[in-house]
């Protein structure tokens, strides 16, 4: 089975700072795509940004940016330039299977104006 | 892309009673997924629902308790039976897109349950 722990139930930031997410996972796959989803309050999941685990490459979609370390099994999401809009629980999470995503327990990101 | 409706998008039922709720989706998918996010936690899988099949429950959920039917491509229900305060929690569809499991998966705005 696979899992995903995120470490970190809360945490704040400065508007305008850097602000680094935690995630780690376990599974005996060896191809798998990993994701961060945000939840605001609206609570519509969003995908904020996918790896593919082949790709060394970490991914980046414009400030938000992962540290992929594939053999430590860890999955870091970097938010840049915070904006009060990225205020919003995080979930980590992996596909298992055909499009089944496992999450993890999620981090409330607060970011202080 | 998809976009995802929700209905209700939020309820509050009395212990014992059943409620379903609709997720339509704007084009064809092969795949459904039901999500049980309970207050402040993580969302788990409830079922996949595939067209013309019966769905697939994950571990701790049973038909007889959260019923599903998925009549086309576009549209599929959730039924949350015989209703207890425990059952309390948002419960989310989603949909992927594309026929791999490389496709994100996309969520409509869930359906908070309350149950008194």
């Known amino acids: 089975a696979q899992t995903v722990t995120q470490s970190q139930p809360e945490m704040s930031v400065q508007e305008a700072e850097t602000v680094t997410l935690s995630c780690t996972y376990d599974?005996?796959?060896?191809?798998?795509?990993l994701f961060w989803y945000k939840q605001p309050p609206s609570r519509q999941m969003i995908l904020v940004i996918r790896?593919?685990?082949?790709?060394?490459q970490n991914a980046t979609e414009n400030r938000f940016s992962v540290n992929f370390q594939k053999a430590a099994k860890s999955f870091s999401l970097k938010i840049s330039d915070s904006q009060l809009g990225d205020a919003a629980m995080y979930f980590c999470?992996?596909?298992?299977?055909?499009?089944?995503?496992?999450f993890g327990q999620g981090t409330r990101l607060t970011i202080n104006p | 892309s998809a976009v995802i409706s929700q209905k209700p998008s939020r309820d509050i039922c009395q212990r014992g009673t059943s409620l379903t709720i609709q997720c339509q989706v704007d084009?064809?998918?092969?795949?459904m997924f039901w999500y049980r996010q309970q207050p402040g936690q993580s969302l788990t899988l409830i079922a996949t629902?595939?067209?013309?099949?019966?769905?697939?429950?994950e571990s701790g959920f049973v038909i007889d308790k959260f019923p599903i039917s998925r009549p086309n491509l576009t549209f599929s229900t959730l039924t949350v039976s015989n209703m207890s305060p425990e059952d309390s929690s948002i419960y989310l569809c989603?949909?992927?897109?594309?026929?791999?499991?490389?496709?994100?998966?996309?969520f409509g705005e869930g359906s908070r349950l309350t149950v008194l």
């Open positions: 989603s949909v992927g897109v594309g026929q791999t499991r490389t496709g994100e998966l996309f």
């Open positions: 599974t005996s796959e060896s191809d798998y795509y």
């Open positions: 790896q593919e685990a082949y790709k060394q």
């Open positions: 999470g992996i596909i298992q299977g055909a499009q089944k995503l496992v």
């Open positions: 084009s064809q998918v092969t795949m």
């Open positions: 629902a595939n067209q013309g099949s019966e769905a697939t429950y």
